[in-house]
């Protein structure tokens, strides 16, 4: 039996690791974000995070946990890639940092309760899940994604 929270330290470490792995590897390309250009539409934000979210949640328990693992990879790299090239400049730094610090948490709470959800349910015997814990769980992160495209949509390009 794996424990909970050995879990979630492991899907904390693979995001860790493979956003490092990307900061390292990536070629700095400083580009200046045109303020004007900057005109991101809320709908469009979150329904495409509410995507990727439903996709690692129900993608786990048809994969086996392959495709939350992929998408965190891939996630976590292009995080590392672009605060490295953002770090080159306090104001495209913002931009990332004012929303992806509540994003990207999110991702690793949506594959940590995909894997959990999938633990269960290939081990269990007697359907001991905590679809309560799990539930609140998903609720706290679509209620972060939330947040996280506010401030994507209204927050940052005011920066």
Known sequence: MVKKSTLLWIVILVFLL????????ADVIVIQADKSKLQPVFGEIYFQNLKVALIILFGGIITAGIIPLVILIQNSIMFGVGIKNASYSFENLQYILAHGVLEMPMFVL????????????YTSRKNDISIRKLTILSIIAFIGLTLAALIETFITPQL
């Open 18 to 25: 493979f956003s490092l792995l990307g900061f390292i590897t």
């Open 110 to 121: 949506f594959t940590f309760i995909s894997l959990r959800l999938t633990y269960e349910i």
